[in-house]
């Protein structure tokens, strides 16, 4: 009995283990099965690349289990509603948002799925030059919330001191601008521009280069004659007592240049180094008697002659200047219309009213005034006017015009006194 119930319990064990053991070998060939029938698929995941075995019937099934999802600016390999197959290659890349700003202007945001700074600017259709400015290199790699600024080059026309070029520039102010190129300024140098301002093409740089010289010239100062009257010499004679010597004056200017040329000059101080000094010379003024001249009781038409000879002799034709006393003088010209001129001669003529009138300026005591002259280089004149600069050997002729008082200048002419 007791054999009985031992062999029917080793029974009942038996059975126990033969279901549980039975169990086991289905649910392992169930899970041998199941996992013989996923797909292996390789996914590249922003460049990591994964084996993966997968039940997912499409490819937006598969990227769910992988925890992806796809957004718009995303790039991917397949359609999320291609159905996976074994050994396919999925790729996947995330775009990655970034910041654009050329020319310092608004900035405008990109997605982009390139991997390098490089590669974002050939899928947008970016060209730049190597004198641009990029604020990163070609190679440096996309990263989220990237900020990234060009500034391309332009042409700028820079005149500096008179000399004009084109330069390439990347900088935003006339003062970076200057700095870039080295260009410095000196303290009285003009700049067309604020220093501060924005520069760009449309904005031309002038510099104009400003330089304060002195400059001292050395004048000589013309002597003067004073003429004292002899009664020792015939009248009309003239000998010189005492020989005039020119002075000497040193005058310094402060000189303005601007590029070179210059634009303003002012007297500064005036020296005297030698004084001038004056020529004395005497006139004449014996009066030498005449002999009688020898007559006959002749006829009347003999008296008549002697007298139409004797006074043909004292007439003189206004072209015969045989007998006039000859000067040396240092001539110069002027008009009638400088600044603060009336016009008015000293002897009353009216020049403004007679243009074309021959009238000379003298010193009166080496040529009296109204006397009639003749003047090299300039014809027949009176003696009419007189100026402040005139003393001795020095003479003003009166022309019409500025320019024909430029054109005659400066220079030394005979000089006849006539009457």
């Known amino acids: 009995m007791k054999l009985g119930r031992m062999l029917k319990s080793a029974i009942s064990h038996m059975m126990v283990w033969a279901t549980v053991i039975a169990v086991l070998c289905i649910a392992f060939l169930v899970t041998v099965s199941y996992e013989a029938t996923k797909a292996s698929v390789q996914v590249t995941q922003n460049g990591q690349k994964e084996l993966i075995r997968t039940h997912a019937n499409t490819i937006d099934d598969l990227l769910s289990e992988l925890d992806v999802t796809v957004e718009q600016h995303d790039e991917l390999s397949h359609n999320l509603s291609d159905p996976v197959e074994y050994g396919m290659d999925v790729t996947y890349i995330a775009s990655k948002s970034i910041n654009l700003a050329i020319d310092r202007n608004n900035t405008e945001e990109y997605n982009t799925t390139a991997s390098t700074v490089g590669e974002f600017f050939e899928q947008e259709g970016f060209q730049f030059e190597e004198r641009d400015e990029i604020s990163h290199e070609e190679d440096t790699p996309i990263e989220e919330g990237m900020d990234i600024q060009i500034q391309q080059a332009f042409q700028v026309v820079v005149n500096d001191g008179g000399e004009s070029e084109k330069v390439w520039t990347t900088e935003s102010t006339v003062e970076d601008f200057l700095d870039e190129q080295e260009i410095s300024l000196d303290k009285l140098d003009e700049l067309n521009v604020d220093e501060s301002d924005r520069i760009t093409a449309d904005t031309p740089i002038t ?16 002597y003067t004659v004073e003429t004292k009257k002899d009664s020792s010499l015939p009248k009309g004679e003239k000998k010189v007592i005492t020989s005039g010597e020119k002075g000497l004056i040193t005058k310094k200017y402060e000189v303005i240049l601007k590029n070179g040329k210059e634009t303003s000059r ?13 020529e004395v010379v005497a006139l004449g003024t014996k009066v030498e008697e005449k002999t009688p001249a020898t007559t006959t009781a002749s006829s009347s038409s003999s008296n008549s002659s002697s007298s139409s000879s004797s006074q043909a002799s004292t007439t003189v034709s206004r072209n015969d200047t045989g007998g006039a006393e000859t000067l040396y003088m240092h ?3 002027y008009t009638a219309n400088c600044s603060g001129c009336s016009g008015i001669t000293a002897t009353g003529i009216n020049l403004k009213a007679n243009p074309n009138r021959k009238v000379v300026a003298v010193d009166p005591n080496v040529i009296p005034l109204g006397s009639r002259v003749w003047v090299e280089g300039y014809g027949y004149a009176v003696a009419g006017d007189t100026g402040g600069a005139i003393n001795g050997n020095r003479i003003d002729l009166f022309v019409s015009s500025k320019s024909e008082a430029l054109n005659f200048g400066s220079r030394n002419v005979k000089v006849k006194i006539l009457d």
């Open 331 to 333: 001539a110069t010209a």
């Open 266 to 278: 002012e007297l500064i101080e005036e020296n005297v180094e030698k004084e001038s000094e004056k």
């Open 207 to 222: 510099i104009t280069r400003v330089e304060k010289v002195t400059d001292v010239v050395e004048e000589e100062v013309d």
